[in-house]
């Protein structure tokens, strides 16, 4: 079955008309209320400037309007993705799950989730 166009929400950041980040989530499929957050990038010369918190809680707010329950993220465990997932934290996206060795040995999936 080819995904539709409800199944992708997409919001995006710009500055000056220029795109500096984006977010793309969509509903878990087999799950009421459920949403997975699939994608979010900005771009590196504006980091830390609140970009990517702007996305999120835009989603968020688009989600509570669709009456999700949770929100779901998957990052992994490598030191690379520290930042990520101090990001996330700081969002107040917890941990829900961990599946170690998943990616690769050494390099375990942890699932996030939010409830709204």
């Known amino acids: ?18 795109l500096v980040g984006y977010v ?10 459920t949403y ?15 970009v990517g918190a ?7 707010a688009d989600l509570r309007g669709r009456q999700a329950r949770i929100i779901r993220v998957e990052t992994s465990a490598t030191e690379s ?3 990520t997932r101090g990001f996330y934290a700081a969002l107040k996206y917890t941990e829900e799950a961990r599946i170690r060795d998943f990616y690769k040995v ?6 996030l989730t939010k409830r709204v």
Do not use: F
């Open 54 to 60: 702007s996305l999120v809680s835009r989603m968020e």
């Open 24 to 33: 793309c989530y969509g509903p878990t499929p087999m799950t009421e209320g």
């Open 81 to 83: 993705y520290g930042p």
């Open 1 to 18: 079955m080819q995904p539709s166009n409800r199944d992708y929400h997409i919001l995006v950041a710009d500055r000056d008309g220029t």
């Open 36 to 50: 997975d957050l699939y994608w979010i990038a900005s771009d590196p010369k504006v980091r830390g400037q609140g």
């Open 106 to 111: 050494g390099d375990d999936l942890i699932i």
